[in-house]
């Protein structure tokens, strides 16, 4: 089973051919397994925030899980996070680190011959003067290649902290080469957002900042943005600039972070139902002003979203899946930053660099998040949901891990 979740690493590199999504493969070969164990905390609000999302669905649109359409745009989340939960069901003994070495030092290579060819093509500052002109390499979106890119970006930050090497340095400067060409700018903001997190000292304090600061500073552009002549449950909408990116800009601020608001407004609890964004919704009954119950609805499954995974959130589920989402990711960070700290201190260095991955790009991918809908996006999440499936199976992992926690037991017990 460990070597599907391999293929699947590996095939992240494109999106033309999404069979990196076979990461999930274990839950169907062996879901019996899950009883009986153990898991890190992070899984707790995980699983609670699959069930939440799973009832939603089937409140709002339960025949979205028989349409393959539901699963590779509005439902992404199960591609995204179910190998998560498949690295709870088998062990390896891999070695980690040489692994995602050699994937970073892959992903990269075969990267480099389209990138040449798009330098040669276009020039490197070409997107100054023609945005279209980015560089998406295998992916069928710029945000897609862009995010993927910024991900990998962290994987060579996490590889060089634990080997230093100038192959490693030499790659992480191709690497954010290609970043740049991207013009994905949310990604090279929250590529960016790693280098001051690590300087400062990954504090926990830092994290709980950022993340309320991204929420805060979401709602505050969408309440500032909201013009209250508009009925933003309306759906269409065209804003018209000559420059795409900044028209990009506008109908974000515009448009979809005011709806999605509008959508919150409506039903702040629950939210309005999961992959209800870009559906049609006639009417909404509302209950006390904290349940909406929409009705009318018309729904589409398309690549329209709120282009903030918190505002989106918030618009389909509410209060509940965005804290259920900020307590995994708070979590996650928490249980990568030990791992570390185990390997280095217990371990030999063991798995290192697969934990600060985990650490780092999680960090990343949460700044990523108030520019666009990263948090689900397979591009963005798979490699890092890989990542921790291996670390969750791995047996070398886990014992020391468990050897760092008894330590730390009896250092607190003699205190």
Known sequence: MAYISLLALFLTVTNLVPLSAVGFVPIILYSWRFFGRRYPAFITPLTALTA?????TLLYDPKSFTEFEFYRRDGNFFISYAPIFAGCLYVH??????????????AVGINIPPYAYYVVETGILSIFTNPDNSFGSYFIARNAAGGFFAMLFCLGVGCYLQKRSKLLLALIAANALMLFSTYSRGSLLGAAAVLPYLYFGRKRWLLAVLMGGLIAGSLAMAVFHTDGTINYMGYPFNIHNQDAKVANLNIRYEWLWPRALAYFEQSPIVGLGFGSFDDHIGTVTSYF????????????HSDSHAHNSYLNALAETGVIGLFLTVSFFWKLVEWSKDGAAASALVGGGQNFSAFRFVEISSVCLLVMAATEHRLVSPSNVLILSLVISLLLASQSANAITAEFNRRKSLVRSRV
Do not use: C, M, W
């Open 52 to 56: 939440f999302i799973v009832v939603s």
């Open 289 to 300: 002003h904290l349940f909406g119950a929409p009705s009318d609805i018309v729904v589409e």
């Open 93 to 106: 003994r891999l070695d980690l680190n040489k692994v995602l070495r050699t994937f970073f030092i892959f």
